[in-house]
């Protein structure tokens, strides 16, 4: 058979090549080789996937478990911080994998191509890709396929890429194991949940007698108040009246107090804290005769006896503590008070005043709580507002003390005297917990003063002083 | 065309035979050179002209001989020097008396109607005289008094240059350049292939060069072969590759070629290059790629193809600023910069 070619008849191409005899025509190769070009990239695309999808999940998973401990670990603002950086971190990283996940995709050139360079093909297959769709194929087409299907071992889809899976699964398997280890090991180390290990009964206060202190919204340990409505409403309003008196001017400290607060809810969230291992603490209004009945005790002395369990767990200042659990209350001096309420402020005694105190007309027993503690010279204190305020002159001198910021915020703390003016006529002891409740914008934390260590050729001087 | 003798079409099995035997005939009398020989016979097979350039003595004279006793086509030689002038090349218009006594002017051709023809030191004449070649080669014709006189295929131009003896000498125009596929460098030759030299030129005997085609069917059989170049099939993406090679040699802000992306650019091109090669330089890749892909068995061209004859196709297009040879660069290093950012670009 002759064809015309360069103006010449001549022989058509002999083309001595071997290939599967059911092979015949070279549209049915053409066929063979795009069907295998075909597994071959559903294969290469299926291991893409799996890249994106094993990386992605090994990025979440880290990145939930760093969350966490970050969590348990952290203060609120720095865990905020911290939290914020493995979020922007770990979205980064998804993108970053599943735009990588894209640009590896294959389409039926770039799976020829690949093939081509494993298999060493020089192009053929890349070259049968790319030219099969245009009509224009040339005089050596059936030369390029028939020379293509005579490599068709050599680009078996098995051969070109061995892995069925993914090599980057350890990845999500080795996040998984880091997150199986991490988390434990944060949640055993929270403090706070140490801390809710102990009981948590139930404590009654009186709204009217709430004297509202400044606490650290990130060290609350789960308290929870519970109330009615109208309760509830009236602790709000004197928590805004509070906080609208010591908070004018709103600035930046305001931003970093709800920055905390937002933190801190977060933090309680990811801990598990919500609801069942929140301490309860139920309150009443002051005037209402069936509130008592509120009171899931209802007796006094259960009261008290909860005081002392959250003096331990580290609600009260420590002037109550001073590892005096088993010391009664200090009874209430009415002829004290009346003395103390009728006396003017600048008649007092100076010394330094708890930031509560400011506000202490409505409960002048809190001054003369203060005065019998101080009057115990107490040790322990580390409450920057009661530090060093002991005048008794045989407790003047002790061990340099170094206190540190427990805290970076307020204690707002819940006390509550009976009062013989106030809804308690009984005037049985009775000492409420505290609560914490979130910073308020203007507030600051309470600075802990040192003890520092006095010369011994100073010490009778001082002592003469403070014995006047 | 219509004048060449009826021989069967070559496969591609046939093609790399044929050239494996040139390339042995070539080699009896040639000792080493192995690429340039074979970078010679691509130009000769894609239907380019090649321009030799190596120092005296390294058998570029040889060489050309040689090829054209093996390909069994006509061979003249031109002796380029200051005073040759153009007519001198292409032919003239002589008067001459017929039997009957009357006189008619007729053309006698010049050395440049043959098939094979070497231009040594092509670059000792003047521009007005190199110049003369390039119709011949850009066209296979050849214009005198207004006359058209084609040339008969394949017609292959090999022309030498002298590297070193510069005094008195005319560098070749770009556009001259450009016409030339591929330049071959012939170097000094090693002292293993300095003692075959004088063993084997030396004696009572040389060596005999056997023709591979019979002189009735040659230039037939050389066409067919190149035509079978032309076949072979290159697919977009290869195309693009040697496009993106050649726009990579190009300065980043060459006025004369436009804005290009910068990640196609390399600092050294930018800093050395003062003008890219030509579009010519990306049809000089593609059919050099085409010859290479038909000796390795294949009807396709692959990027190594195309890398391959990078340098012989792209270097003497390439033209250097100042501080390219203040710095001792020269344009094959060039192109082999470009060459491998081209590579690591495809990944």
Known sequence: ?468 | MSELAAVETPTVADFARTFRRVQAEIHKVIVGHEQAVEELLCALFAGGHVLIEGVPGTGKTTLVKTLGVALNLSFNRIQFTVDLMPADITGTRVILSGDDGRREFSFAPGPVFCHILLGDEINRATPKTQSALLEAMAELQVTVSGTTYPLRPPYFVMATLNPIEMEGTYPLPEAQLDRFLFKVRLDYPDEEQLVRIISSTTGPDEAGVAAVFSGAEAAARIEALKLLVREVIAAPAMDQYAARIVRATQPEHSRYVGHSPRSMHDEMVNRYVMFGSSPRGAQALIMGAKVRALLDGRANIAREDIEAVAIAALAHRIMLNYAAHSDAIDAAQIVERVVKSARAARG
């Open chain 1, 1 to 468: 058979m002759t064809v015309p070619y360069c103006g010449f008849r001549v022989p058509y191409a002999r083309v001595q090549m071997s290939f599967p005899r059911q092979v015949t025509r070279v549209d049915q190769k053409l066929g063979a080789i795009l069907l295998q070009m075909a597994r071959l990239r559903r294969r290469l695309n299926a291991l893409a996937i799996q890249r994106v999808a094993f990386r992605t999940l090994a990025i979440l998973v880290l990145a939930g478990a760093l969350i966490f401990a970050a969590a348990n670990w952290l203060a609120p603002l720095a865990f905020l911080g911290v939290g914020a950086a493995l979020a922007i971190a770990a979205l980064a990283a998804v993108v970053a994998t599943a735009r990588a996940g894209w640009a590896m995709r294959a389409s039926a050139v770039r799976a020829a191509e690949i093939a081509d360079d494993r298999a060493d093909l020089k192009g053929r297959l890349a070259t049968i890709v790319e030219v099969a769709p245009s009509g224009e194929r040339g005089e050596l087409w059936p030369y390029v396929i028939e020379d293509a299907l005579a490599h068709r071992e050599e680009f078996l889809p098995a051969l070109i890429e061995r892995h069925r899976i993914e090599r980057s699964v350890w990845m999500p398997c080795a996040a998984l194991l880091a997150a199986a280890l991490l988390v434990p090991l944060a949640r055993a180390n929270h403090p706070a949940l140490l801390a809710q290990s102990d009981e948590a009964p139930e404590v009654t206060v009186d709204l009217d007698d709430l004297q509202l202190r400044p606490a650290d919204p990130g060290d609350n340990a789960g308290v929870e108040m519970q109330a009615d409505s109208a309760t509830m409403s009236r602790l709000d309003a004197k928590l805004a009246r509070e906080g609208a008196r010591a908070g004018a001017g709103e600035s930046s400290a305001g931003i970093l107090s709800r920055a905390r607060t937002l933190a801190s809810r977060v933090q309680s969230k990811l801990r598990g804290e919500a609801g069942a291992h929140k301490r309860r603490l139920t309150l009443k209004l002051a005037d209402a005769d069936g509130a008592q009945a509120s009171n899931p005790r209802g007796d006094d002395a259960a009261a008290r006896s909860h005081h002392r369990k959250h003096y331990t767990a580290g609600q009260f200042k420590s002037e109550h503590l001073g590892g005096e659990e088993d010391v009664p209350l200090p009874p209430i001096d009415k002829s004290a008070h009346a003395q103390h309420t009728a006396q003017p402020r600048g008649d007092r005694p100076s010394g330094p005043e708890a930031p509560g105190s400011g506000g202490s007309e409505n409960s002048p027993d809190t001054d003369s709580t203060h005065e019998a503690s101080d009057q115990r010279g107490d040790q322990i204190s580390n409450g920057g507002a009661s530090h060093g305020i002991g005048a008794d002159p045989d407790s003047l001198f002790g061990a340099p003390s170094n206190p540190t910021m427990g805290t970076e915020g307020f204690e707002i703390s819940i006390e509550a005297r009976p009062m013989e003016h106030g809804a308690k006529g009984s005037g049985q002891g009775y000492l409420p917990p505290k609560v914490r409740t979130p910073l308020s914008p203007a507030q600051r934390p309470d600075e802990p003063i040192a003890r520092a260590a006095v010369p011994a050729e100073d010490r009778t001087i001082i002592e003469r002083v403070f014995e006047r």
